[in-house]
């Protein structure tokens, strides 16, 4: 990649050498430039994607035995994204979803519900620490 000290046949010590450092200083700072470009595009990009999860598993009425209930938050960098809760009853299941704006929802949530979504926030400050 960088031939910086072989001499050139044909030409004084140095003077090629030299040509040839400045062009490719030139052409690193140019796939630099681009680089940095496409970092920040991707920062911007990811923002909106799942960055954070928690999770809570729970068990909602006592006559049936286990954890098989639970809540899951998936947000993204913002606080933003949803939190998901299955219920296991001997009947069935049911599952909720809710809207998060914010690390908040406009839709009463439960214990574990919160939890969860407490859960995903810390997670990120964890990773970052």
Known sequence: MFNF????????????????????????????????QELEKLKRESEFSIQKTGIVRFNPFSEIGGNQSFSIALLDGKNNGLVITSLYTREGNRIYAKPIVEGNSQYLLSKEEKEAIEKAIKSKEIESS
């Open 5 to 36: 000290f072989k001499k050139k046949k044909g030409y004084p010590l140095g003077q090629e050498n030299f040509q040839e450092i400045l062009s490719q200083f030139k052409d690193l700072k140019e796939n630099l430039e681009k680089l940095s």
